[in-house]
């Protein structure tokens, strides 16, 4: 049975220890500035996905990629040294797509706020097809009433 909180705990000194060697050790010109967000580890603890974002362009992703892809040995040394676990898990390092999703959010809801300003300027500037108010009140004067009443 897999220990969460152990895994929990295990993913959040990788994320340190990760976002620390990029800052500190990894010395490649390809290495943008990238921002460890998550990392997910297995509940048998033999695996971490490191999930990251980089700020830049499309080429600067695939430089930071690369970079990350060829230090990911020296980082999992590192892990495993500062870790102190029996078996250092392996590291996938996978470009994280929040940025992406939120700027997609934000079109959506400006979207959503402009048809709704759209909206309430039509039901301002509208008016009842019939009466304003369809309805009979009992406080009214019954001038229908039924024959024979």
């Given at each position: 049975?897999?220990?969460?909180a152990?895994?929990?705990?295990?993913?959040?000194?990788?994320?340190?220890?990760?976002?620390?060697?990029?800052?500190?050790?990894?010395?490649?010109?390809?290495l943008?500035?990238?921002?460890?967000?998550?990392?997910?580890?297995?509940?048998?603890?033999?695996?971490?996905?490191?999930?990251?974002?980089?700020?830049?362009?499309?080429?600067?992703?695939?430089?930071?990629?690369?970079?990350?892809?060829?230090?990911?040995?020296?980082?999992?040394?590192?892990?495993?040294?500062?870790?102190?676990?029996?078996?250092?898990?392996?590291?996938?390092?996978?470009?994280?797509?929040?940025?992406?999703?939120?700027?997609?959010?934000?079109t959506?809801?400006?979207?959503?706020?402009?048809?709704?300003?759209?909206?309430?300027?039509?039901?301002?500037?509208?008016?009842?097809?019939?009466?304003?108010?369809?309805?009979?009140?009992?406080?009214?004067?019954?001038?229908?009433?039924?024959?024979?009443?």
């Amino acid at each position: 049975m897999a220990d969460t909180a152990r895994a929990r705990k295990l993913s959040e000194r990788i994320q340190q220890v990760v976002a620390q060697m990029l800052d500190t050790r990894i010395k490649d010109p390809r290495l943008g500035f990238v921002t460890v967000t998550d990392v997910r580890v297995t509940g048998d603890l033999q695996h971490a996905d490191v999930y990251y974002t980089v700020l830049g362009d499309d080429e600067a992703r695939t430089g930071s990629a690369a970079a990350l892809e060829s230090a990911k040995g020296v980082i999992r040394s590192e892990v495993g040294k500062q870790t102190g676990i029996r078996l250092t898990p392996t590291l996938a390092f996978h470009l994280d797509a929040v940025p992406e999703t939120a700027a997609h959010l934000e079109t959506a809801l400006a979207e959503a706020a402009r048809r709704d300003a759209e909206v309430a300027a039509l039901a301002r500037s509208s008016s009842y097809a019939g009466d304003a108010d369809p309805y009979r009140h009992p406080d009214e004067d019954e001038t229908d009433e039924a024959p024979g009443a």
